[in-house]
C-alpha cells in the first residue's frame, strides 16, 4: 500500500464547477498535511496547509480527518488557471521528510 | 519568503558523462536539504536528504555511488549523477525547510535531465 494515496484522474470541470480531491495517507504518526499545486514542467508550489479543525483560503478548502486519516480539498467556482496537479503531501514531523501522493489532475475547461 | 534556487534548469548530455545539479537556499541557512526525482506522470519520489557537513541519507533502491550529494555549506547542496544514462532522464527538484518551523518545504525550480 502507498503511504499517500490519491485518485489520479483526471478531473474534467466546467468553469464555475465545485470539485472535490480525496486523499488517505497510512502512518498514523504523521504530523503535518499539505496540499500542493504543480503545474506542468513546473516544481510544486504550496496551496495550502492542512489543519485540524479545517481551513479555508478564499475558494479553497482543506480538511482533515485524522481518525480516518484522510485529506480533502474542496475548489469552489472554479477557473480555467485552476488547472494543474493536485499533490496531497504528509510529514510525520515538522523537520522530517515529505511523502507525495500520485496527485490528482485537474482540468477546467470554458 | 524564503526561496531555494536550483541550477541549471535544463541539461542534455551524452550518455556516460556526469553532470552537476546545484541547489541553493538564497535568504536562509538549510541545514537539510531533500532531493527529489520525477518521472512522467509520476509523483515526487525521495531520492535523499542531504544534511550539512555529513553524509546524504539515501532511500531504499536510490544507489548511492550514482547520486553523489554534497552538502558542503549551509547555503548550497549538490547532486552529481555520475555515468548518466537514458533512463536517468527526469525531472530532478530540490528543497529545504523555511525559515518558519510549520513542515512546509520550499522548492527549487527543477532540473530537467536528458541523456542521450
Known amino acids: 500500500r502507498k503511504e499517500v494515496e490519491q485518485d489520479p484522474g483526471p478531473f474534467n470541470v466546467p468553469e464555475g464547477a465545485t470539485v472535490a480531491f480525496n486523499c488517505t495517507y497510512s502512518?498514523?504518526?504523521?504530523?503535518?498535511f499539505f496540499w500542493y499545486r504543480q503545474d506542468c514542467r513546473k516544481e510544486p508550489k504550496l496551496l495550502m496547509s492542512?489543519?485540524?479543525s479545517g481551513n479555508e483560503d478564499g475558494r479553497f478548502t482543506a480538511q482533515l480527518n485524522r481518525a480516518s486519516q484522510y485529506i480533502s480539498l474542496l475548489i469552489r467556482d472554479s477557473k480555467l488557471s485552476d488547472s494543474a496537479t493536485y499533490l496531497c503531501?504528509?510529514?510525520?514531523?515538522?523537520?522530517?521528510?515529505?511523502?507525495f501522493g500520485q496527485g490528482t489532475t485537474l482540468q477546467v475547461k470554458p | 519568503g524564503a526561496v531555494v534556487s536550483q541550477h541549471p534548469s535544463w541539461v542534455i548530455c551524452k550518455s556516460g558523462t556526469s553532470v552537476k545539479i546545484e541547489c541553493r537556499s538564497l535568504?536562509?541557512?538549510?541545514?537539510?536539504m531533500f532531493w527529489y526525482r520525477q518521472f512522467p506522470k509520476q509523483s515526487l519520489m525521495l531520492m535523499a536528504t542531504?544534511?550539512?557537513?555529513?553524509?546524504?541519507?539515501?532511500e531504499q533502491g536510490v544507489e548511492k555511488d550514482k547520486f553523489l550529494i554534497n552538502h558542503a555549506s549551509l547555503t548550497l547542496s549538490t547532486l552529481t549523477v555520475t555515468s548518466a544514462h537514458p533512463e536517468d532522464s527526469s525531472f530532478y527538484i530540490c528543497?529545504?525547510?523555511?525559515?518558519?518551523?510549520?513542515?512546509?518545504?520550499?522548492f527549487g525550480e527543477g532540473s530537467r535531465l536528458t541523456v542521450l
Open positions: 503531501v504528509v510529514r510525520t514531523s515538522n523537520t522530517g521528510k515529505l511523502i
Open positions: 535568504d536562509f541557512q538549510a541545514t537539510t
Open positions: 542531504s544534511n550539512e557537513g555529513s553524509k546524504a541519507t539515501y
Open positions: 502512518n498514523s504518526a504523521s504530523q503535518s
Open positions: 528543497s529545504a525547510d523555511g525559515l518558519a518551523d510549520t513542515g512546509e518545504l520550499f
Open positions: 492542512v489543519y485540524s
